[in-house]
């Protein structure tokens, strides 16, 4: 069935160090794949997306990375800042099911001071 | 341009009761996707619809869950004799269109059950 599975479910750095979340998904037509940043009590909100047609998208301090072939991608955040902290969704828009979008599990991230 | 909209933000209601939540999409938006969010947690697909039909709802619990989109109007999770297990937060989200995949999400309601 469609899955999404995220490593690692909870990361702490130190404050200006890089983050990295990877995920990895099951349906090879899946060709959508956004990221979500969810802070605490509120809704979670876009932060970048990547379309399978190419292999990296960067928006200043967030990069996204996406290798068709092994399914996986991953979202790389530098210079991390405390206000960086929240927990962060990927997932992916599954082809073989009218198109939904599934999310992984989710990785708190810690920047700590 | 108002985002997505969702009312009420919280509510109490006792076992048995009846939850109804609503979701206003964006301006121009025909497609509404509901998640239910339990503390902690990941956010769990239950349903996607257009205006009045049902594309998906592989997600959503077969007894006392339904959903519907009207053509008028904002969409409708209604959860019917409610149990303590369907406290969470139920977000909707909603997108331009089939093929327009971004989805922006409501600030959610949270849902308690006494």
């Known amino acids: 069935g469609e899955n999404v599975e995220q490593h690692p479910s909870t990361l702490s750095v130190q404050e200006g160090d890089s983050a990295v979340i990877k995920c990895t998904y099951s349906d090879s037509a899946s060709n959508y794949f956004p990221w979500y940043k969810q802070e605490l009590g509120k809704r979670p909100q876009l932060i970048i997306d990547i379309r399978s047609n190419v292999g990296e998208k960067k928006d200043q301090r967030i990069a996204v990375t996406l290798n068709k072939t092994a399914k996986h991608f991953s979202l790389h955040i530098t210079e991390t800042q405390p206000e960086d902290s929240a927990v962060y969704f990927c997932?992916?828009?599954?082809?073989?099911?009218?198109?939904?979008?599934?999310f992984g599990p989710g990785t708190s991230l810690s920047v700590i001071p | 341009n108002a985002g997505v909209m969702q009312n009420p933000r919280h509510l109490v209601r006792r076992r048995g009761q009846e939850a109804r939540l609503r979701c206003s999409p964006m301006k121009g938006h025909s497609h509404v996707y509901w998640y239910r969010q339990l503390p902690e947690e990941g956010l769990k697909f239950m349903v996607y619809?257009?205006?009045?039909?049902?594309?998906?709802e592989s997600g959503m619990p077969k007894e006392r869950f339904s959903a519907e989109f009207p053509k008028e109007g904002p969409s409708i999770l209604r959860i019917q004799q409610v149990v303590r297990g369907d406290s969470a937060a139920y977000f909707c989200a909603s997108s331009l269109g089939m093929y327009q995949e971004t989805q922006y999400f409501g600030p959610g309601t949270r849902l308690l059950v006494l």
């Open positions: 619809l257009q205006k009045e039909n049902i594309i998906d």
């Open positions: 997932a992916g828009r599954m082809k073989t099911s009218y198109d939904k979008v599934i």
